[in-house]
């Protein structure tokens, strides 16, 4: 007879996943680090009890519980700071989320959709209405004239990439299965939501002890087809100016000593996109640095006559593209090296379907012996050295620029060459929205693999702060910079409160400029005129937000939540905090830098593009220019390119069969 063992469906959840682990290139670790949560009445009597039991277990063995639990303040936080945790963990571990029914829940939406736009995994358990529907309507409950059974946790079925409801506890075993299975697989990872009806999570059933085994998920690095490799050999063999573009993929396979090997071997310079920043350290020979729309000169300069472009573990996104204008050699050819085989397709490329390092390996070997011309590598060098004397300029600005600067305000480029400057190679710079996340592109020094952290495929406002204290609880032997704008401030300052509560020594670089500056240029690109965009009362005559400036004092709001603030006013007031905060305690709580920038003085220009439609009529002359200027760029847009392997390229013509006509 099955063994058994009684609990309610929470507990064996509970259980469960506390027997969890991954396991990659031989080495193991526990899928799970623990539970973020906010309870209500939707999940404190089941997942919350069954939490509760497990921590005085704990207590009564003197040891800290397998999955402690952490009580956030925003749900949708709570899942930024998964998020922030697995990203740098290389998706190997993460953190399971709990919320109550209702709005506690649909909190987690756009957490859910970060997670998977940037495919990485995190466990989401919303809560859902009785499944016996005895009492229904229950409080916070949708009634849908049309459908029974739908709920509001449906909304999470798009944004998940495996998504299920437990209505009865016989279910739970597969679910979970299902779950885990998703989570750990390089390809299908991002969010994994399980909705638990109220009633269901305290339900009690007799679980086959089996369902509680230890159980070691291993994530594979699938192998490319040989004849794939020799395909892409073959391609790059005959380019004259090749690139290479890093994405995120390099990073979550470890991939990058094996991409600067094969760059050094081969002397293809290697462009990166946000996620794949870092790929290789600053100083490398074959480093130009950020691509596309928020790129360097260096690399858009190769980008533009670049006739094979490999990209290695990229989405290829918009802005790596520069919206489809990046690339203007005619007769470009893409090599994709990706484990998923939807990303590999892209751009009309040869797709080479495996794991980045084991891929990149494969073609160091059968591209032995061959490499690009002196001269190319020459002009790589000369590029990347003017763009590198533009970041000391914007780093250090003359006088001519800082002399016209507002009183107690500095460029944002300074505050990032600051904190470039004064941090350890191994600090960790966390960014999300606004135009932060461009100039780090653009601007930071990638000095360690995991140094640089920037969430741009979702660009979520808010994500900083608590994805910081997920980044700091990754490795808190690496002090972590979340540089956040004010607009990014204000809409999620609340995990500072988390920080508190935890001892998280998180340093937040706070950016005062006032408003939404980043917009505000973007909506004077489009002949708008930074509309609505700025921190301003309304005014009294014009009707419109271009009255004074909002009294607003973010530094008094964070010191209200129990962080330690630092406001600085100068270039040498910055540098004291930054080597102040790195002299807080390391279980200090957050450390908050105020600092007040001009947001006149952008970074360095990219000399790209990003596609954003402009008015087509208009009785604005402001937007009437715009669109003639769109309109000039949009001709250089090429949505289609011609598929980089055709039959003539991979191998000759097949002899036509003898007396076909
Ligand atoms: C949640 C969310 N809402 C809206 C946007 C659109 N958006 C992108 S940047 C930005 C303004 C950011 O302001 P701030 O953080 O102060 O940075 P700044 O632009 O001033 O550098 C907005 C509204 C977004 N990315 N995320
Ligand atoms: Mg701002």
């Given at each position: 007879m099955t063994e058994t063992v009684r609990l309610t469906v929470a507990q064996a959840l509970v259980r469960f996943l506390s027997q969890q682990w991954t396991e990659r290139d031989g080495e193991r670790q526990r899928l799970f680090a623990g539970f973020l949560g906010i309870f209500g009445h939707g999940n404190l009597a089941g997942v919350g009890q069954a939490l509760l039991e497990e921590e005085v277990r704990a207590t009564e063995r003197g040891a800290a519980p397998v999955l402690p639990y952490v009580m956030a303040r925003n749900e949708q936080a709570m899942v930024h700071t998964a998020v922030g945790f697995a990203k740098q963990k290389d998706r190997l571990q993460t953190w399971a989320c709990t919320a109550s029914v209702g709005p506690g829940s649909t909190n987690m939406l756009t957490g859910a959709a970060l997670a998977t736009i940037n495919r990485i995994p995190v466990?989401?358990?919303?809560?859902?209405?009785?499944?016996?529907?005895?009492?229904?309507?229950?409080?916070?409950?949708?009634?849908?004239?049309?459908?029974?059974?739908?709920?509001?946790?449906?909304?999470?079925?798009?944004?998940?990439r495996f998504y299920d409801e437990v209505v009865r506890p016989e279910q739970l075993p597969s679910a979970l299965?299902?779950?885990?299975?998703?989570?750990?697989?390089?390809?299908?990872?991002?969010?994994?939501?399980?909705?638990?009806?109220?009633?269901?999570?305290?339900?009690?059933?007799?679980?086959?002890?089996?369902?509680?085994?230890?159980?070691?998920?291993?994530?594979?690095?699938?192998?490319?087809?040989?004849?794939?490799?020799?395909?892409?050999?073959?391609?790059?063999?005959?380019?004259?100016?090749?690139?290479?573009?890093?994405?995120?993929?390099?990073?979550?396979?470890?991939?990058?000593?094996?991409l600067a090997e094969f760059a050094s071997a081969t002397?293809?310079?290697?462009?990166?996109?946000?996620?794949?920043?870092?790929?290789?350290?600053?100083?490398?020979?074959?480093?130009?640095?950020?691509?596309?729309?928020?790129?360097t000169t260096a690399a858009n300069a190769v980008a533009a006559d670049a006739d094979v472009v490999i990209g290695v573990g990229t989405r290829w996104s918009d802005f790596t593209t520069a919206s489809r204008t990046a690339f203007a050699h005619r007769g470009v050819r893409f090599v994709n090296l990706n484990v998923a085989a939807s990303d590999a397709v892209k751009l009309a490329g040869l797709s080479v379907v495996g794991d980045a390092r084991e891929t990149l390996l494969a073609l160091t070997s059968a591209l032995s012996g061959w490499s690009v011309p002196d001269p190319y590598r020459k002009r790589q060098g000369t590029l990347w050295r003017r763009w590198d004397k533009a970041v000391?300029?914007?780093?250090?600005?003359?006088?001519?620029?800082?002399?016209?600067?507002?009183?107690?305000?500095?460029?944002?480029?300074?505050?990032?060459?600051?904190?470039?400057?004064?941090?350890?190679?191994?600090?960790?710079?966390?960014?999300?929205?606004?135009?932060?996340?461009g100039d780090l592109h653009k601007l930071w020094r990638v000095r360690d693999r995991k140094g640089y952290h920037i969430e741009y495929g979702y660009s979520c406002m808010g994500y900083e702060v608590p994805a910081s204290i997920g980044v700091r609880w990754a490795d808190p032997t690496r002090d972590v910079f979340a540089m956040v704008g004010d607009g990014g401030y204000l809409m999620m300052p609340t995990e500072l409160v988390t920080a508190v509560q935890e001892r998280v020594k998180v340093i937040v670089v706070l950016v005062q400029n006032h408003g939404f500056q980043s917009i505000g240029s973007l909506s004077e690109s489009v002949g708008s005129g930074r509309f609505g965009t700025e921190y301003r009362r309304r005014g009294p005559e014009s009707h419109r937000l271009d009255g004074e400036r909002l009294p607003v004092d973010l530094a008094a709001n964070a010191r209200s939540l129990g962080a330690h603030v630092i406001e600085a006013s100068s270039r040498g007031e910055l540098e004291e905090a930054i080597v102040s905060a790195k002299?807080?305690?390391?279980?200090?709580?957050?450390?908050?830098?105020?600092?007040?920038?001009?947001?006149?003085?952008?970074?360095?220009?990219?000399?790209?593009?990003?596609?954003?439609?402009v008015a087509q009529v208009s009785e604005l002359d402001s937007t009437r220019a715009a669109q003639r200027a769109y309109a000039v760029r949009k001709e250089s847009q090429r949505p289609y390119l011609e598929p980089a392997e055709t039959a003539q390229t991979l191998s000759p013509h097949p002899a036509e069969p003898e007396g076909s006509p």
């Open positions: 466990l989401l358990l919303p809560s859902g209405p009785f499944a016996s529907r005895v009492a229904a309507p229950v409080l916070q409950e949708l009634e849908t004239p049309y459908a029974g059974d739908l709920i509001v946790n449906d909304a999470f079925r798009p944004l998940s299965l299902s779950a885990m299975r998703v989570l750990t697989d390089p390809v299908d990872t991002g969010a994994v939501t399980i909705s638990l009806p109220q009633d269901v999570q305290s339900e009690a059933f007799d679980w086959p002890t089996e369902l509680f085994a230890e159980r070691v998920w291993h994530v594979r690095r699938p192998p490319p087809e040989t004849s794939r490799v020799e395909a892409a050999a073959s391609i790059i063999r005959s380019a004259k100016k090749p690139l290479i573009v890093a994405g995120g993929g390099v990073h979550y396979s470890g991939a990058e000593r094996a002397g293809i310079p290697v462009a990166e996109t946000q996620a794949g920043k870092g790929s290789l350290l600053h100083g490398h020979p074959q480093l130009l640095g950020g691509i596309g729309a928020t790129g000391w300029t914007a780093y250090d600005p003359p006088a001519s620029v800082t002399e016209a600067l507002g009183d107690g305000v500095l460029t944002q480029a300074t505050v990032i060459g600051a904190v470039n400057e004064l941090s350890d190679p191994r600090d960790v710079v966390v960014c999300a929205a606004g135009s932060m996340p002299a807080w305690p390391p279980d200090g709580g957050p450390v908050v830098i105020h600092v007040g920038t001009d947001p006149s003085v952008g970074a360095p220009d990219s000399e790209s593009w990003w596609d954003v439609p």
